[in-house]
T-cell receptor, first 117, second 113 residues
Framework: AQSVTQLGSHVSVSEGALVLLRCNYS??????LFWYVQYPNQGLQLLLK??????LVKGINGFEAEFKKSETSFHLTKPSAHMSDAAEYFC???????????????FGTGTQLKVEL | KAGVTQTPRYLIKTRGQQVTLSCSPI?????VSWYQQTPGQGLQFLFE???????NKGNFPGRFSGRQFSNSRSEMNVSTLELGDSALYLC????????????FGSGTRLTVV
């Protein structure tokens, strides 16, 4: 079964500092990978996705992630944190092959990002 | 394009009652999925519908059911509510093909008292 592990349930950075949120996946074949962000009392917003077109994926709001097969990782980064980045971030994995059973997302446990002045 | 619309946003129900939540996907999206989000269990997959057929089901009891209509709108139903059913229920829709990301609605916050 597929799974993702997000290291660090809480990450705190200073405004202007690098943001690094970690995600490792477990899958027998390279899956599709996604990063979502959730603001309080909101649904999930797609930040970016990896579908094998390129290993470095750029998303919205200045975020990007790099797919590293050798490390089974898909870490999310942003060069300079902004106060508005404070939110919860979820890494998710989906089957690459549509087996006829549908494509559910399996989420990590989330990382709460705090941005301090 | 309008986003995924979930109604109602908030709901308070009593144990033993049943509840129906509604989801209108993005126009043209035929795949609709439902997720339950709780502080303890995180985000858990409930089920996915495509063209009115349930394609995948998560590990939830039979009290949780859903359906999809010909216009792709979806409903989920929870019968005999338990306190543990209190959660944020999220609906998501996507275009065909597994490489497309799901677009989520704002959710329905269900509180069971």
């Amino acid at each position: 079964a597929q799974s993702v592990t997000q290291l660090g349930s809480h990450v705190s950075v200073s405004e202007g500092a690098l943001v690094l949120l970690r995600c490792n996946y477990s899958s027998s074949v390279p899956p599709y990978l996604f990063w979502y962000v959730q603001y309080p009392n909101q649904g999930l917003q797609l930040l970016l996705k990896y579908t094998s077109a390129a290993t470095l994926v750029k998303g919205i709001n200045g975020f990007e992630a790099e797919f590293k097969k050798s490390e089974t990782s898909f870490h999310l980064t942003k060069p300079s944190a902004h106060m508005s980045d404070a939110a919860e971030y979820f890494c998710a994995v989906s089957d690459r092959v549509l087996t006829g059973g549908g494509n559910k997302l399996t989420f990590g446990t989330g990382t709460q990002l705090k941005v301090e002045l | 394009k309008a986003g995924v619309t979930q109604t109602p946003r908030y709901l308070i129900k009593t144990r033993g009652q049943q509840v129906t939540l509604s989801c209108s996907p993005i126009s043209g999206h035929r795949s609709v999925s439902w997720y339950q989000q709780t502080p303890g269990q995180g985000l858990q997959f409930l089920f996915e519908y495509f063209s009115e057929t349930q394609r995948n089901k998560g590990n939830f009891p039979g009290r949780f059911s859903g359906r999809q209509f010909s216009n792709s709108r979806s409903e989920m139903n929870v019968s005999t509510l338990e306190l543990g059913d209190s959660a944020l229920y999220l609906c998501a829709s996507k275009d065909q093909g597994p490489s497309y990301g799901y677009t989520f609605g704002s959710g329905t916050r269900l509180t069971v008292v």
